[in-house]
């Protein structure tokens, strides 16, 4: 079995996303019916595969090449453990506070050594700006908001995104005080894919992306504004205030903090490369595959999509993101594969994390 293609080519030593800005809202219900089943998520940070322990699997295996990616899990057991759902949402920077370091300490409790030593490291850092803002990701969206957005449009402006209107108050909105000509240069100079791959993304993980990141984020910046509303979009929240304001992403909401947390024991976090999951003959009901495709050349894509099939159970779904790069079931398995066509049209309707350009359900025919 090979390495991943992006294993060689990007650093995975720190925090590259501190949360995810993938919506768990679309990605439980593209799963389906997972009751019993064993289901497989890439980590990133954490948040997505907690929130599939909400429907009710035997288990939820968990892998990630990253080791800082994986502490983010690691931390957010202890949080779920040990601290009360809003003491959660102030560890992890959703809602202000002045004692980040003691919840800090308290979600560590009872997590192994390393875990702990890596947060202690960054207890100044989760004190000033919470454990879900420490991410590279998020330091970028830190520059935005602090030092450019403010040339640009006025907190008066910024916080009447937030307000609650109808569809077609929201596309004036966007139209007439929002999209300016400044605004536009904003987003050609800083979501380039020079600037993106120096403080945003790694500059690998551009490889295989046709056109212009900025004109991708103005894209979907309408569907947040207008076809969506952003008043209840806790990842536009976060951009362009630094919080969540009145909406939190579903794992870190209230009705699901009990269930999550009386199913942890079901986590079975496994380091390294989703390939290195699909050789070991296990037999999974769902995946969540976060944009990993989006990393790998056609060839190696064709390869690795043809082992998740082989890793996977009659029925299972593969669901994933693709944000330019455009990525879905090759040739060479279509007749293996159903796309679920309505699923994906009625979700991405109601995508709130609005970078991807596409969200694919696909099952595996019985």
């Given amino acids: 079995m090979q390495n991943s293609e992006i294993e060689t080519k990007a650093a995975f030593d720190h925090i590259r996303y501190a949360q995810l800005w993938e919506d768990a809202d679309v990605l439980t219900q593209g799963l389906g019916d997972c009751a019993g089943g064993t289901l497989v998520s890439i980590c990133s940070a954490g948040d997505n595969a907690l929130a599939m322990l909400t429907l009710d699997p035997k288990k939820v295996i968990v892998v990630d090449l990253s080791p800082a990616q994986i502490a983010c899990l690691q931390l957010r057991i202890g949080a779920f453990r040990n601290l009360t759902h809003p003491e959660f949402l102030e560890l992890m920077g959703a809602r202000s506070s002045h004692r980040r ?28 700006y919470g454990a879900g803002g420490l991410g590279k990701f998020e330091r970028y969206f830190r520059i935005f908001r602090t030092r450019l957005l403010p040339l640009v449009h006025s907190r008066k402006t910024i916080d009447a995104i937030f307000v ?14 929002f999209n300016t000509w ?13 600037v993106m791959g120096r403080m945003g993304r790694d500059k690998a993980f551009f490889d295989h992306v046709d056109g212009s990141p900025a004109q991708h984020v103005a894209r979907r910046i309408r569907h947040a504004a207008v076809t969506c509303d952003p008043a209840m979009n806790p990842y536009l929240h976060w951009i362009m205030k630094g919080d969540h304001g009145d909406a939190l ?9 009990e269930v999550i947390r009386s199913r942890l024991d079901r986590l079975e976090i496994r380091p390294g ?3 290195a999951f699909v050789s070991t ?11 990993i495709f989006e990393y790998m050349s056609p060839e190696i894509f064709n390869a690795v999509y043809g082992q998740i099939l082989s ?4 029925g299972a779904r593969l669901v994933y993101w693709n944000m330019m790069a455009p990525r879905r079931v090759p040739d060479e398995f279509q007749e293996r594969v159903e796309t679920l066509s309505e699923v994906e049209t009625a979700l991405k309707a109601i995508d709130k994390a609005f970078f991807y350009s596409d969200f694919v359900v696909e099952q595996v025919r019985a």
Wanted: no cysteine.
């Fill in 101 to 128: 370091r003691d919840l800090l300490l308290k979600a560590l409790g009872g997590l192994d050594g390393e875990t702990q030593h890596f947060w202690q490291g960054l207890s100044d850092d989760v004190a000033q």
């Fill in 164 to 177: 609650s209107r109808p569809k077609p108050e929201r596309q004036v909105f966007l139209d007439t005080r």
């Fill in 249 to 257: 992403p579903m794992t870190w909401r209230a009705e699901h903090y």
């Fill in 273 to 275: 490369s989703l390939e």
């Fill in 281 to 291: 003959g296990e037999k999974a009901n769902g995946f969540n595959l976060s944009d």
């Fill in 311 to 314: 890793a996977s159970a009659p």
């Fill in 182 to 194: 400044r605004w536009r240069l904003l987003l050609n100079t800083f979501f380039s894919r020079f």
